[in-house]
């Protein structure tokens, strides 16, 4: 369930128990310590009831177990902490060529975190991204910026910079790859669909319904 989910079911939940709560207390006399506990059993049933209920019908869309799912998030959760670092870096540099080299990546990372985010049963086929591309991307980015801001540029210091954004060229070719190996199966169905399209029209345009028979039937 998504945290904002979460947060709103809660608040209506703590309504709702306290409704229920000046309900028993006021309207039905009850003791203030059985009221208390009864509109708590019922506010954490609502809570837990329906928290369930949206699980149970997120895993079932996806085709995923309970286990599966938490691991999933926990990943995209540590991602998310990496994706920040990485747009730090980002905010970090002055040039113009780092600024649309790191904006790039941070386009290419939050592309790739959305994928997967909105339909979790992806990240199988993002693990090379989220496991090693996308530490990658962050640490060469830090470096960059690191080595851009520095007041004194010598020579050394200008190689390492055209090393590292060279690696961060590669690496940007990399992650669209990984996101084209995510989204290579809707790719796929959507050349299908086209073939199909095709093929009908042109069965069509070589096959035109008679016009004798046309007549016939009007």
Known sequence: MKPIFSFFLGMFTAAETF?????????????????SLSSLAVGALTFFG?????????????????KEYAYIQRNLREAKGKMARLQK??????????????????RLAKKMYQIVDKDPRRFYQSE???????????????????????????????ISLKETQNT???????????????????????????????HSLKKLEYNPVDVDERSTKQ
């Open 168 to 198: 961060l060229d590669d690496l940007s070719k990399s992650v669209k790859k990984d996101i084209y190996h995510v989204l290579s199966s809707d790719i796929d169905d959507l050349n299908f669909e086209l073939d199909v399209a095709k």
């Open 50 to 66: 329906v928290k369930f209920f949206f699980n149970h019908k997120l895993l079932k869309k996806h085709r995923l177990t309970r």
């Open 128 to 158: 090379r991204f989220f496991f090693y591309h996308l530490d990658s991307v962050v640490e060469l980015s830090e470096r960059y910026a690191m080595l851009a801001s520095q007041p004194v540029k010598s020579e050394k210091l200008y």
């Open 89 to 106: 870096a980002f905010f970090s540099v002055r040039s113009m060529g780092a600024f649309k080299q790191l904006y790039e990546l941070n």
């Open 19 to 35: 409704m229920i709560w000046i309900i028993l207390l006021l309207g039905f006399d009850l003791p203030f310590g059985t009221a």
